[in-house]
Nanobody, 126 residues
Framework: QVHLVESGGGLVQPGGSLRLSCAAS????????IGWFRQAPGKAREGISC????????YYSDSVKGRFTISRDNAKNTVYLQMNNLKPEDTAVYYC???????????????????WGQGTQVTVSS
């Protein structure tokens, strides 16, 4: 059974940094993508970054491009999201999700990701 666990959220001041982790287990597919999504209060969940299993695809939304960096540690089956220069509008619950597919790995449709973590809260405030 697939298990995704996010960690690393917290309270940070504007301009600060956090690194989120997504530890994945319970699957053996060679072709997959891990996406990072976030949902702010009263807003729809949005995709902000994604990395495919062989790093051939790395995606950032315009809202985080240049500030966030996605990476992976295959030995630990963990994907990271380094978030720098955080802004109050980055405040949200952050989720990672798994998509296993031979094609179209990093896609925007939420329902293309069957497996989700429980989320971690990120609050950017002074």
């Amino acid at each position: 059974q697939v298990h995704l666990v996010e960690s690393g959220g917290g309270l940070v001041q504007p301009g600060g940094s956090l690194r989120l982790s997504c530890a994945a287990s319970g699957f053996t597919s060679a072709y997959y993508a891990i996406g990072w999504f976030r949902q702010a209060p009263g807003k729809a969940r949005e995709g902000i970054s994604c990395i495919s299993s062989r790093d051939e695809i790395i995606y950032y939304s315009d809202s985080v491009k240049g500030r966030f960096t996605i990476s992976r540690d295959n030995a630990k089956n963990t994907v990271y999201l380094q978030m720098n220069n955080l802004k109050p509008e980055d405040t949200a619950v952050y989720y990672c999700a798994l998509r296993r597919s031979l094609v179209r790995l990093c896609v925007s449709e939420l329902n293309a990701y069957p497996d989700w973590g429980q989320g971690t809260q990120v609050t950017v405030s002074s």
